[in-house]
């Protein structure tokens, strides 16, 4: 696979569990602990093909973040890796876009499906 | 025994695993009053013996009235976990809890009905989060029955809860609130000094399994 993929989770622990599990994909991988430094990554240029994106985060939550992201990005493929997987939550961040849910902690299967499924389907 | 120091790394797996725990919880709470719970981002500290009861005053905005579930766990995770409410957000729970927007307010049933639903708010939450973490860790807890307390927050109630759970290493904490009520709670959980020698072994192993 081809292309950068921005990971977005204040936790360093949790953004160095889903750099182990992309490591082989041959992906370039970005790193940005707020939903603030993502959107300014976003804005200075960047040009993901896909963007994991951590729900809770202190300042610019993940549905905040999402919103934005939906809005500036709309082609964009966000899949939210999230600790919150109340149903209400997971039917939300769907309807604001987000391409795949998955809860953490982060299971390597379920997320190299859901890279393959969602970077197949867009041609990266 | 020398004090436990804990990396930043090891202190962001810890906070991470809190945060996957109280998720859990929230999931377990949401399906049974059927709304949305929101999570604030967890917060570990490490704090004195002597001033976990100030500490835990400080974090409440109204020490004056509270309704507190305490529960010990056992494991080589153990400790003792607090959820306090205030006083006031009782009659709030019940409504939520019974699916009854017009409760009777009258009569002494509705204290008992307060008492029950709190310990039951506590024992789901509780036993969601620390079950949630121990399995994230490779442990096994056990529970001690949850027991209700109600008043001012007295200092010397969370100081006896605190020495009988071995001393002190950490304090981890977060506030909830319920989506469209002006409802919301803090959980605490603090373990002693054995505990957060294991959990430092513990996150540990965590983070070199992530990094092979």
Known sequence: MVGNVIIVDDSL???LALKGILKDTGLSLSEANSGESALTLLAQGARPVLLFL?????????????????????ALPVVVVTADIQARTVDMVKELGAAAVVRKPADKAEILAAVERILGKNGA | M????????ELDALKETMNI?????????????DMQVILNVPKIAKVAPAEIASFVRSEIENPDGFSMVEQFFLGRFNGTSFLLLPESEGEKLVKLFTDDPELDRSGLALDSLERETIIEIGNIIIGACVGKIAEMLKDIVTYQPPRFFAGPLDDALIDRQVRSSGGLALVFKTVFHFEAEDVYGLLFLVTGEDSASW??????????????
């Open chain 2, 199 to 212: 959990l430092k072994k513990a996150v540990d192993e965590m983070i070199n399994g992530i990094a092979t």
């Open chain 2, 21 to 33: 725990g109280f998720g859990q919880a929230a999931a377990a709470l949401s399906e049974v009053i």
């Open chain 1, 13 to 15: 622990v949790a953004r």
């Open chain 2, 2 to 9: 020398p004090s436990i120091e804990f990396t930043e790394l």
């Open chain 1, 54 to 74: 951590d729900l809770t985060m202190p300042g610019m939550g993940g549905i905040e973040t999402l919103r934005a992201i939906t809005t500036s990005n709309p």
